[in-house]
């Protein structure tokens, strides 16, 4: 089992930043990629961010240039930095640790945290 925890969110005003924190525990070794999914009300949870255990990373369309994902492997701990927010970027985000990009045979999440980003 793996266990995610997630710190970060809260409210900002539009053009503002964001940083979000994922801290995973547990049996984690054949965790590969770790990110943030994100879904906002009546909506379906939509990918916003990948990173594999090498660093390479995986965006949204809507987010990238403006959101950067990372990784400490040492603290097993994924980070994803969220600039120029707009209002349509709120949501409650979702950290998520799997073993592989596709079709995962593991694969976990967190809580969640809410970010709202007013007008």
């Known amino acids: 089992q793996v266990q995610l925890v997630e710190s970060g969110g809260g409210l900002v005003q539009a053009g503002g930043s964001l940083r979000l924190s994922c801290a995973a525990s547990g049996i984690i070794l054949n965790i590969n990629v770790m990110g943030w999914y994100r879904q906002a009300p009546g909506n379906q949870r939509e990918l916003v961010a990948r990173?594999?255990?090498?660093?390479?990373?995986n965006y949204a369309d809507s987010v990238r240039g403006r959101f950067a994902v990372s990784r400490d492997n040492a603290k097993n701990t994924v980070y994803l930095q969220m600039n120029s927010l707009k209002p349509e970027d709120t949501a409650v985000y979702y950290c998520n640790a799997a073993d592989k990009w596709i079709s995962p045979g593991v694969n976990y999440w967190g809580q969640g945290t809410q970010v709202t980003v007013s007008s």
């Open positions: 990173i594999s255990r090498g660093g390479v990373t």
